[in-house]
């Protein structure tokens, strides 16, 4: 029987060996090596004509199920967990690029990944072009012989503006370079990015996917990249085909500056997704009613969620993301100080800067992960001191309402 809902497929992927003992749960191998039948077999191993796990900062049984369950979720042609979400983005920028090469990026961007853009690439010679992603004219003026890629976050955090993906996508297969998104706001269950050409997506695992229980990260190869067109995979073109971006990073890459995801992470990682549908439907729902009240506040000035009707952005949220374009917001009161008077009397939204956990948090953007920026950097951001990010958890949506009701009196 087909099994074609997302959460069945997720219930029911098999594991590349047959337990034992017939666990209806991976069971968690924390082991640092694994033993080999001889010495012919572990030569083997490392020439690449035995497949196996040798060691666990290369790969690990808990962590390869985490990988293949994703992989068969998003449909993709390969998978690879890291550490952290910005070990996933670090990581793919410099398997595809080199000292004298270019990305190009929307300027509005999560605080870190800016700062990686803005402060660490370029000591690496990556130099990281900045351009309205909605302007196909000056995007396109950007590009040149070096560029190998194109990077955007689906869903801006925190300012919640959606790309033009269908454009992106078009512009990136007119000059033969990568794709990349940062899918980390709309999980799997809502986008599918292979059917829309993105390349290469990227997530930090420590959102949706874990609820907020373990940290990591995931880079996904949809298969639908011709490598021949990077020069920087030459080497690896010829053995691996269409494989070779996942088989440099795990040979090169990722082995090499050891971003590895730990297997008791990837436990809990493959739980979040057993019901990460029913957490993201469950923080939707709860988005629209907050939404619905905080517009009806006289006290707020503005509501941000791309999922809200009313939002300039919704038709966008449609035609990508089903309609959820991820569980967070933003609103506005009239100044920083009623701000941080506001966020002070919350008793059940917590004040945290993590985002689509379990529980429901929030954070002043423009003080926390945007402080090491100027305040002209804050204003291209489009980070005001008087807004909010509010990441909507899957508490009961009374409770939640009642909450931000007294702290707004």
């Known amino acids: 029987m087909k099994k074609s809902g997302f959460t069945t497929l997720a219930l029911n992927v098999p594991y590349p060996k047959n337990d034992p003992h017939k666990s209806l749960q991976i069971p968690l191998y924390e082991s640092v090596a694994f033993e080999f039948d001889s010495a012919e077999q572990i030569e083997a191993n490392f020439k690449g004509e035995y497949v196996a796990h040798t060691y666990s900062r290369a790969s690990s049984p808990t962590v390869e199920y985490f990988e293949l369950k994703l992989k068969t979720l998003t449909q993709s042609n390969g998978v690879l967990a890291v550490s952290s979400g910005m070990a996933a983005i670090s990581n793919t920028i410099l398997a595809i690029s080199k000292s004298g090469d270019n990305i190009i990026s929307g300027s509005q961007l999560f605080g870190h990944t800016l700062s990686l853009f803005q402060q660490t690439l370029p000591d690496f010679g990556i130099d990281v072009r900045f351009s309205d992603l909605k302007d196909s004219g000056k995007l396109e003026e950007l590009i040149d012989k070096n560029t190998r890629a194109i990077y955007f976050e689906t869903v801006t955090n925190p300012q919640l503006e959606i790309a033009d993906i269908e454009m992106l996508s078009e512009i990136s297969r007119k000059y033969g370079i990568v794709l990349i998104s940062d899918s980390t706001v709309t999980p799997p269950n809502v986008f599918n990015a292979g059917k829309l050409g993105i390349n290469i997506e990227v997530f930090s695992a420590t959102k949706h996917i874990s609820g907020g229980t373990a940290f990591g990260g995931v880079v996904i190869d949809h298969g639908n990249y011709d490598w021949r067109?990077?020069?920087?995979?030459?080497?690896?073109?010829?053995?691996?085909?269409?494989?070779?971006?996942?088989?440099?990073?795990?040979?090169?890459?990722?082995?090499?500056?050891?971003?590895?995801?730990?297997?008791?992470?990837?436990?809990?990682?493959?739980?979040?997704?057993?019901?990460?549908?029913?957490?993201?439907?469950?923080?939707?729902?709860?988005?629209?009613?907050?939404?619905?009240?905080?517009?009806?506040?006289?006290?707020?000035?503005?509501?941000?969620?791309?999922?809200?009707?009313?939002?300039?952005?919704?038709?966008?949220?449609?035609?990508?993301?089903?309609?959820?374009?991820?569980?967070?917001?933003?609103?506005?009161?009239?100044?920083?100080?009623?701000?941080?008077?506001?966020?002070?009397?919350?008793?059940?939204?917590?004040?945290?800067?993590?985002?689509?956990?379990?529980?429901?948090?929030?954070?002043?953007?423009?003080?926390?992960?945007?402080?090491?920026?100027?305040?002209?950097?804050?204003?291209?951001?489009?980070?005001?001191?008087?807004?909010?990010?509010?990441?909507?958890?899957?508490?009961?949506?009374?409770?939640?309402?009642?909450?931000?009701?007294?702290?707004?009196?």
């Open 229 to 409: 067109l990077n020069p920087n995979f030459k080497d690896f073109i010829e053995k691996f085909k269409d494989n070779a971006f996942i088989a440099k990073l795990r040979k090169n890459i990722y082995r090499n500056t050891g971003g590895s995801m730990a297997p008791q992470t990837a436990k809990f990682l493959i739980q979040g997704l057993d019901i990460l549908e029913l957490r993201v439907e469950k923080c939707y729902q709860n988005c629209l009613a907050l939404g619905k009240f905080l517009s009806s506040n006289q006290k707020v000035k503005k509501v941000g969620y791309p999922g809200l009707e009313a939002d300039s952005r919704n038709f966008l949220a449609k035609k990508y993301f089903s309609g959820i374009p991820g569980t967070i917001m933003t609103f506005d009161l009239e100044s920083k100080e009623a701000c941080f008077a506001f966020m002070n009397k919350l008793q059940i939204v917590r004040r945290a800067t993590n985002l689509n956990d379990n529980k429901t948090l929030i954070i002043h953007p423009h003080s926390t992960i945007y402080a090491e920026f100027s305040e002209e950097e804050r204003k291209i951001a489009d980070v005001r001191d008087t807004m909010m990010r509010l990441s909507v958890g899957i508490e009961n949506v009374e409770d939640l309402i009642s909450d931000i009701k007294q702290a707004l009196s």
